[in-house]
């Protein structure tokens, strides 16, 4: 069984887990949340799906009080405990922190071990957002401080961990938990499934006579897409062609659409909104440089996105900050440059240094190459499948 604390699809990181769990022979069930017109159930990929629909408001009000006070979201742990009674689940494999407590609560007793699949550092997070604002009357009974605890306590209590990267293993370790208990599964990217995705050549043609930089994903304030518009006016003095292209959408929006217009680079900095995710190969093929520009913080330091993979897949050079995951496979794969993280001057001198086709033809093979030997997601399953395979198969949680 698979928790997701959101509606799916899409989860580029559930999917791949499930579809490469359901081609080994195992069978998946993925409990989530039920948003919109979605339906009750459904199959998507071989994922046979149930989602859970919102409550009436004072029940959930009473639903949220008790989670506050107990970190037990209990129409989740009916929910799981029911799949469990209905379908004899082995494992219950639940996607980052806010749910872990549910899981482990709702297998106790049931000989259900409980994998903890931490993609971001939760408690940074937390942190971050309330330093951003003052924290809502709910959010001050789970501050940072008592998501670090939780985080320590339940790591030591589930039966596996799964981190994005090595140096969110390390932060975990430093955390108590022991390091045989974490295996990094990265976010690379699953070849054959990417590149079946369709090209839409008319974004080439959209885009021909233009140097394009562009940036897929979310816009939250870590991203450092500020960093990038602010270097545009450099860029744009040697490559007057330069266009700097953000395919997405988030809480950054208005703030990166004000900058632009304040710095007077309406049509230099393009806003598509929010695409599909069947769209982004298209966006990236029409590329000339594409970019990560993280900003250095907590969160950043022990992660690395899906995003940096498929841009080397499709032999793109890169354009990383100094986050250090970001940096060591960057330079591992001698795929691309690193500036130091929030300098606008430094990203900018990255980008002109690519300005030169040859470069940015080798450096796009050395990405492409490391992805098709070593940096995807055939080789990363394998290490998901033997944790699993590992397991025993009823053990206590």
């Not at 009000?61 to 689940?89: E, G, P």
């Not at 080439?204 to 006579?209: G, I, L, M, N, S």
């Not at 040697?238 to 395919?247: G, S, T």
């Not at 001698?334 to 500036?339: A, E, H, S």
Request: glycine share 8%.
């Amino acid at each position: 069984m698979v928790l997701a604390d959101k509606d799916f699809p899409p989860d580029i990181r559930v999917e791949k887990e499930a579809r490469s769990l359901i081609s080994a022979g195992h069978r998946v069930f993925l409990l989530c949340v039920r948003t919109g017109e979605s339906p009750a159930s459904s199959v998507c990929n071989g994922i046979e799906t149930r989602r859970i629909a919102p409550l009436p408001f004072l029940v959930r009000m009473l639903n949220t009080s008790v989670y506050l006070l107990s970190t037990r979201d209990l129409q989740w742990k009916r929910a799981i405990r029911k799949l469990i009674a209905a379908h004899a689940i082995d494992a219950i494999h639940v996607h980052d922190l806010p749910k872990v407590g549910t899981a482990l609560s709702a297998a106790r007793g049931k000989g259900v071990p409980v994998i903890a699949d931490l993609h971001e550092n939760y408690p940074a997070l937390v942190r971050r957002a309330f330093a951003r604002r003052k924290p809502r009357l709910a959010e001050r009974f789970m501050p940072p401080g008592r998501w670090q605890r939780l985080e320590r306590r339940w790591g030591k209590r589930c039966r596996h961990i799964l981190a994005v990267v090595d140096e969110g293993k390390e932060r975990l370790v430093a955390e108590g938990v022991s390091p045989d208990k974490i295996t990094v599964i990265e976010n690379t990217v699953d070849v054959d499934y990417f590149l079946s995705l369709p090209i839409d050549d008319g974004l080439a043609a959209q885009f021909r006579d233009d140097f394009v930089i562009c940036y897929t994903g979310g816009f939250s304030p870590w991203r450092g897409l500020d960093t990038a518009v602010r270097a545009m006016p450099r860029i744009l003095g040697e490559v007057p062609n330069a266009k700097l292209l953000f395919v997405g959408d988030g809480e950054m929006m208005p703030k990166l659409r004000f900058l632009t217009k304040t710095m007077g680079l309406d049509g230099k900095v393009v806003f598509t909104g929010w695409e599909e995710f069947h769209r982004v190969p298209g966006y990236i093929a029409a590329s000339d440089v594409c970019i990560v520009p993280h900003a250095s913080n907590e969160q950043t330091e022990v992660t690395a996105p899906h995003k940096l993979y498929q841009y080397m897949l499709m032999g793109k050079p890169v354009v990383v900050s100094s986050c250090r995951p970001l940096q060591r496979i960057v330079e591992s794969a001698r795929c691309g440059l690193v500036f130091e993280a929030g300098d606008a001057q430094a990203f900018a001198a990255c980008i002109l240094k690519l300005k030169d086709a040859e470069v940015r033809r080798k450096l796009g093979e050395a990405g492409k190459r490391a992805v098709r030997e070593e940096l995807n997601w055939h080789q990363t399953a394998r290490k998901l499948l033997l944790l699993y395979r590992t397991l025993s198969t009823r053990g206590e949680g």
